[in-house]
């Protein structure tokens, strides 16, 4: 399994998974806290490393701020703060991936990146029904296995553009 490698764009063919369910394709793999998480590939533009972003005022935690990618304003959105990883840190193994959701270009902090699977559909299961007791999980898919690695496959884009995010405006 190759490592993704700083500054990489990232080849994307195919089409999109469906919402509803994870299935057979290729995932991003990335690491929040002590869990192993993936999403479809087709959703990644570009891995960069960490860089402070400019910080805009009053935006919830998890929303670090903006930087300039090419001339483009992206906002960053630190998955570990969202989700809510017991803590967050900022080491050299911290990336943004840069995800292109709903035509929006949005970056993700995560841990680290891992690489690249292929997952067959008989690999995958779904997702536990889970209480949610005001919990979103709407956006897991479903359960990878990958030899002893258990893998949390998400919805990146249902997850970024859910009204809470603010990241895309629902009204259009």
Known sequence: MDMIKEG?????????????MARAGEYLTFKLGGEEYGIDILRV????????????????????????????????????????????????????IVLNVKGRVVGAVVDSVSDVLELPAEAIRPAPPMASNGADNGYLTGIGSVGDRML?????????????????????
Do not use: W
């Open 8 to 20: 990489q764009h990232i080849a994307r063919q195919g089409s999109p998974a469906d919402a509803d």
């Open 45 to 96: 533009q570009e891995i960069r490393s960490y860089e402070q972003p400019t910080r805009i005022a009053n935006a919830p935690a998890f929303l670090k701020g903006v930087v300039n990618l090419r001339g483009v304003i992206v906002p960053i959105v630190d998955l570990r703060v969202r989700l809510g990883c017991a803590e967050a840190q900022y080491n050299h193994f911290t990336v943004v």
């Open 152 to 172: 949390i496959l998400m919805d990146i884009e249902a997850l970024m553009s859910s009204p809470d995010m603010g990241l895309l405006d629902s009204a259009r």
